[in-house]
T-cell receptor, first 116, second 115 residues
Framework: KAGVTQTPRYLIKTRGQQVTLSCSPISGHRSVSWYQQTPGQGLQFLFEYFSETQRNKGNFPGRFSGRQFSNSRSEMNVSTLELGDSALYLC???????????????FGPGTRLTVT | AQKITQTQPGMFVQEKEAVTLDCTYDTSDQSYGLFWYKQPSSGEMIFLIYQGSYDEQNATEGRYSLNFQKARKSANLVISASQLGDSAMYFCAMEDDSSASKIIFGSGTRLSIRP
């Protein structure tokens, strides 16, 4: 069974630009969560999508948005990039259904975004 | 508010020795779950072990065990017979009480195994 894939793995953008990151979950999984990892703030939850609907949202500004497609693939978008958006962005997939345990999430390798 | 605290930013351990990574937590919930992830330099988070607050025994998974002391609100990870491949960041985490899909992470401990 293929794992969670994230593309691209590395990205360099300029302040003010926008960026789109992609996450393909494990086959059959309907939930995709996104996390931002920075040296200063650690790992922080961005949002979760389940069956094409945003089910949970973290405490991030509106510049951070996401969506999920009918095949469960998810994208997150960051508009008007700031230097502080430089981070490793991780996505995690799970079945997301009733009874699914929180720790039964499988993480991808992440996309490392550098904003200059 | 829930919080996970890891007070060891980095640790060095000799190969084949046991190592304990500290984790304390704060929650007002009676029912909760705690777990540990390993993050190698490649970036992906690898789930290691889970402990439920009502589990009577400490969780074990191979060389990993969780020293759960509920009254002290601590959930330390013990790695027995450390190996070079254990060098990585380790994160203690718990379920968010407002969302079953949201994970709250500690700040992590960087473990380095010396040959």
């Amino acid at each position: 069974k293929a794992g969670v894939t994230q593309t691209p793995r590395y990205l360099i953008k300029t302040r003010g630009q926008q960026v789109t990151l992609s996450c393909s979950p494990i086959s059959g999984h309907r939930s995709v969560s996104w996390y931002q990892q920075t040296p200063g703030q650690g790992l922080q939850f961005l949002f979760e999508y389940f069956s094409e609907t945003q089910r949970n949202k973290g405490n991030f500004p509106g510049r951070f948005s996401g969506r999920q497609f009918s095949n469960s693939r998810s994208e997150m978008n960051v508009s008007t990039l700031e230097l502080g958006d430089s981070a490793l962005y991780l996505c995690a997939s799970s079945s997301g259904g009733w009874g699914a345990m929180t720790y039964e999430q499988y993480f991808g390798p992440g996309t490392r975004l550098t904003v200059t | 508010a829930q919080k996970i605290t890891q007070t060891q930013p980095g640790m060095f351990v000799q190969e084949k020795e046991a190592v304990t990574l500290d984790c304390t937590y704060d929650t007002s919930d009676q029912s909760y779950g705690l777990f540990w992830y390993k993050q190698p330099s490649s970036g992906e988070m690898i789930f290691l072990i889970y402990q439920g607050s009502y589990d009577e025994q400490n969780a074990t998974e191979g060389r990993y065990s969780l020293n759960f002391q509920k009254a002290r609100k601590s959930a330390n990870l013990v790695i027995s017979a450390s190996q070079l491949g254990d060098s990585a960041m380790y994160f203690c985490a718990m379920e968010d009480d407002s969302s079953a899909s949201k994970i709250i992470f500690g700040s992590g401990t960087r473990l380095s195994i010396r040959p």
